[in-house]
């Protein structure tokens, strides 16, 4: 269950949360009757609808990178959206852009290869470019090489650039938030814990570099 409180449909009169409701959910009850189309429970929705402007604000960011103002190609967007879900371990970001990808009829070996770009042949350089910029962006809080940064100006517009760098950090944001409030394919317990000892150990062994 994500960790904040999900908004019915009955329990607002936002105009902005109806729209959204009515777009995703048809005319049922998201929180009594949880699902999307792609799979999802929904409660990404529903939890960002407790802040009508915060919800409206993300709409509007989904809205911007589909715009068909947009000057980068579709492709390259997905490439590093998914790229960033992967890099941040948000299940929920890369598998929904796994699924635009194959929507924009991405190569399956293409797809399979995002978790380990840097090894596959299957990317052009201007992919690669792109992958490593997701990167930079991601992994390494925008600290890009001048060889990276290069690489992308000799493929991409001044223009492209700042819309692949908005588009991808805003993905970044969405996963860090996924991730934190546990929601749609988020919502799992961190699986770096403890492994418990064997019961005869005790602590001084860790020590004990003469045993045999």
């Known amino acids: 269950m994500p960790r904040l409180r999900q908004v019915s449909r009955k ?8 729209r959204t409701y009515d777009l995703l959910f048809g005319d049922r ?3 009594a009757e949880p699902g999307t189309a792609t799979g999802t429970s929904g409660d990404w929705w529903t939890v960002f609808a407790l802040v009508p402007d915060c919800l409206d604000h993300c709409n509007r960011g989904f809205a911007f990178y589909r715009s068909p103002k947009r000057k980068l ?10 790229r960033a879900g992967w890099a941040k371990a948000s299940q929920f970001v890369f598998s929904q852009h796994c ?5 924009l009829k991405v190569s399956e070996e293409k797809i399979a ?12 350089e201007k992919e690669r470019a792109v992958l490593a910029y997701a990167d930079c962006l991601v992994l390494q809080a925008g600290r890009t090489p001048d060889g990276v940064f290069g690489a992308l100006k000799g493929f991409l517009s001044d223009e492209e650039i ?6 991808t950090c805003l993905y970044d944001m969405h996963a860090v938030m996924t991730k ?4 749609e394919f988020d919502d799992r317990d961190d699986p770096i ?8 150990f005790s602590a001084r062994d860790f020590l004990d570099t003469g045993r045999r």
């Open 193 to 200: 814990v403890e492994v418990a000892a064997p019961e005869d």
């Open 162 to 167: 700042l819309e692949l760098t908005y588009i």
């Open 180 to 183: 934190a409030l546990r929601l």
């Open 29 to 31: 009850d998201p929180v």
């Open 73 to 82: 190609d579709p492709v390259l967007r997905e490439l590093a959206q998914t």
């Open 11 to 18: 329990d607002t009169d936002s105009e902005v949360i109806h």
């Open 99 to 103: 699924k635009s990808l194959r929507g």
């Open 113 to 124: 290869a995002i978790p380990h770009w840097q090894t596959a042949a299957c990317f052009d």
